[in-house]
């Protein structure tokens, strides 16, 4: 999706009339500026924060809908039910724990990372968005309830939020492209993402023109497209109150 920010060009031309005796400096060159302010603007206010918040938010979506497993807690079960205790999680076990899925409890029992996975995307509000999931509580004996959700060894579940949490920024790295070319600073963790879906376009000349910041990702419009509107109206009225101040300090910096 390309994100414009459309200046209005007589507030530029005012600016640059008042210090064109003094200093040499080009429409583009205050488009460029006020630009890279936005697309700076629209990098920082794209979720998460930080990568800290970006990583603890997957944990807790990933908590709501799997649990680990307590195998001693449904063998007991097994064997209260069925009158025999079994060994480990045979094929009667299993055969008679899939019994309880149509009430929203789960077994995988190997922790099969395409089965967590589609687990996951079912309660996902959209890509790479959170899990919207209440979890419920399922008695299936006088001793032992269930909640509802996934059940997977732990150490499977760990791996997987550690590999959930790799992807913590891709959103943002939609914008690098964009802010490489506009000068904006970009933090490593952002920066690690290879794959980055976006880019810019430069339709300016001396005179001013339009310039772009575009970010692909799929899922870019429905999160920040309010973000765009605001960043939009904060250069506008910027603009209006210190445009001779933002010129004169590009001026300068031309000059130096």
Partial sequence: MSFEMILDKRLIDKAIDKFGDKYSVTAREVLFDQHRLFTKGMMAGTPPKTMA?????????????????????????????FGKKPKGVGKKVRKHTRSL??????????????????????????????VRFKSRKVTVSKDLE????????????????????????????????????????????????????????????????????INRVPWAKKKIGRLKDFESKKRQLDMKKHMERAVERIAKKVSA
């Fill in 101 to 130: 899925e149509s009430q929203g409890v789960f077994f995988n029992w190997n922790g099969n990372k395409a089965r967590m996975k589609g687990f996951h995307d079912r309660f996902r509000t959209g890509p790479q968005k959170g």
């Fill in 146 to 213: 269930f909640g509802t959700g996934m059940y997977v060894p732990a150490s499977k579940l760990k791996s997987y939020t550690r590999d959930t949490q790799k992807s913590v920024g891709k959103l943002k790295a939609g914008w690098v492209p964009a802010a490489l070319k506009y000068g904006v600073k970009v933090s490593g963790w952002i920066m690690r993402h290879t794959e980055r879906r976006g880019g810019w376009e430069d339709r300016s000349t001396k005179m001013g023109g339009e310039l772009s910041s």
């Fill in 53 to 81: 918040i970006g990583r603890v938010s997957v944990k807790k979506d990933l908590e709501k809908i799997f649990v680990p497993i307590n195998r001693q807690d449904v063998l007991d079960w097994y064997a209260e039910n």
